[in-house]
């Protein structure tokens, strides 16, 4: 099958949309570091893919893309959690995030150590300048698909998207994305048990070694 790449930003429902795709039967990595991840899994969602679709574009030709468009108000609230969570990990020098954490980061939330990071006018400024880029970027094509995942058959046409057949639809039943990582929680992958689980820093025959392209 081709390649689907989750491109919604962190706290969109990423964690939801992979697991939904667990229960489908698709091998997922929420978060991919290493190239090996990205070669078996068919699925890989959050870092770095909001930030580097253009180069996994690139790379995996027919991939498919999935925006998740959260209402943003509701996104901001949680993004400053996650973002209050995360910063002494994302800190240059002494943070212990992997670095391609930090960049993804870094590029769609600019300085991290900035006084405003967390007001409300800078992270709206975000959502929408990575949601018009994505838009502006595939524009006229039809391989890219903006979700709700509050909206009514939202899996369903999720499924459909990435060409799961109405048959097994049916037979397995879409019905809704699952609610994960509600509030302050944020570790509902890590706790998730299914063995189609594709670890995020899977080591192949190159190691741990990531794809090359520029950023």
Known sequence: MNK??????????????????????????????????FEVADVVSDVPCFCDYPQLDKIFPDAKFVYIDRPV?????????LLTKMAPNLADKTGTFHPILKRCFKQTFGDLTADDLLDEAR???????????????????????????????????LLQFIGVSDDKINQHGAQDFPVLNVGT?????????????????LAGPEHRKFFDYKT
């Not at 939801?16 to 190239?35: R, W």
């Not at 108000?73 to 993004?79: C, D, F, K, L, V």
């Not at 929680?185 to 820093?201: D, I, L, M, R």
């Open 4 to 37: 689907v790449f989750i491109i919604g930003l962190p706290r969109t429902g990423t964690t939801s949309v992979s697991v939904a795709l667990l229960e489908h039967g698709f091998k997922v990595a929420h978060i991919g570091l290493t190239k090996r991840a």
């Open 73 to 81: 108000e509701s996104w901001i609230s949680s993004i400053q959690m």
């Open 123 to 157: 992270l709206r400024q975000c959502y929408f300048s990575h949601q018009q880029a994505v838009l502006s970027y595939f524009a006229g094509r039809d391989d890219l698909l903006t979700i709700k995942l509050n909206e009514p058959n939202s899996l369903q046409s």
């Open 185 to 201: 929680h944020v570790a509902s992958w890590g706790e998730y048990k299914h063995p189609n689980k594709v670890n995020t820093n």
